[in-house]
């Protein structure tokens, strides 16, 4: 009985010490901090690790986290040329260390308070910019943003990290309209890309053009030479071997040895597009005739012709003398 009652004493002692050893310790988490009060009253801050506090006397308040939190607002507000914008702004922050008192007891809902200085400070910047300004000049407002809130939000407690606007969305409709704008200014580029393009092939087509017409009648003018030349040199050497023919007679002979091989030539070619023309020997002296005609008519009328200019005072003394 008496070792019994022993043991029971122990058991109850033991059981003591561990509630007892229950209310006193207590552990605290890294990046956290404890705020302990003693009846009701802040005590101290226990920093991380294992602590001791009275039991029944003192008590856990609570933890504050260290850590840095970040947290997005939605800010819907309009521009200076009347567009209704979605700004989002994330807002980076943490507790000083230095100043859990104030975070833990000033403070109830830090994240509201934040929340109320963005709207402000963005519905205050925002209306002073056009929608083009306010994504140019974004990054000014998130500075100012960070400002506003570091003031503030030093006094109780918190230090502002970083201030971010991360999304800016005009309304569906602005959005789709300067969309279409922007592809209508990408067009009307094309166009006048496409239309200066066709330009200097034109001009490229029409001086190739000129050139081969150039060259054409260059080619041209060369073959009749060279035929003149021919016909003449032909006439020369008719004269030579023959004494006592006429030029007359040397182009005759000429015009009918061509006007037969021109027939030979279109019988030779079953395909070719001919016309028929009279080519008895009494038609081809008629012929020669017209031909004959035709140049003398010619040298007729330019030698009117030149009568009728007027000459230059320096020429006409030339010609006299």
Aim: a negative charge.
């Amino acid at each position: 009985m008496f070792i019994s009652l022993i043991f029971a004493v122990l058991a109850i002692a033991l059981a003591l010490l561990i509630l007892a050893a229950s209310l006193m310790l207590f552990t605290t988490e890294q990046q956290t901090k404890t705020v302990i009060q003693r009846l009701g009253k802040f005590d101290r801050i226990a920093e991380p690790g294992l602590s001791i506090k009275w039991p029944f006397i003192e008590n856990i308040a609570g933890r504050v986290n260290l850590r840095i939190k970040q947290l997005d607002v939605k800010v819907e507000t309009k521009t200076q040329d009347n567009v209704f914008v979605l700004v989002i702004v994330s807002v980076q922050y943490f507790v000083d260390p230095e100043r859990v008192y104030e975070a833990f007891y000033k403070l109830v809902r830090p994240e509201a308070q934040i929340t109320a200085f963005v709207f402000d400070v963005v519905r205050a910047r925002v209306p002073l910019l056009t929608l083009d300004d306010l994504f140019e000049k974004k990054d000014n407002i998130a500075i100012a943003v960070k400002e506003e809130l570091s003031h503030v939000m030093h006094d109780f407690g918190y230090d502002i990290l970083k201030a971010l606007i991360t999304d800016i969305e005009p309304d569906t409709h602005v959005k789709k309209a300067m969309n279409e704008i922007n592809a209508a200014q990408r067009m009307r580029l094309a166009a006048v890309e496409k239309g200066e393009a066709d330009k200097i092939l034109r001009v490229k087509a029409a001086e190739a053009e000129a050139e081969s017409n150039a060259l054409h009648g260059k080619g041209i003018a060369d073959q009749r030479r060279a035929i003149v030349e021919g016909l003449s040199e032909s006439v020369s050497e008719f004269q030579a071997h023959v004494p006592g023919s006429s030029p007359h007679d040397v182009m005759q002979i000429v015009l009918m040895t061509q006007y037969f091989d021109t027939l030979k030539d279109l019988s030779a070619h079953s395909k070719t597009n001919t016309i028929l023309v009279p080519h008895s020997p009494s038609h081809l002296n008629d012929l020669t005739e017209q031909m004959r005609s035709a140049f003398i008519t010619a040298q007729a009328a330019n030698s009117n012709l030149e009568e009728h200019t007027p000459q230059p005072t320096h020429i006409k003394k030339r010609s006299e003398k």
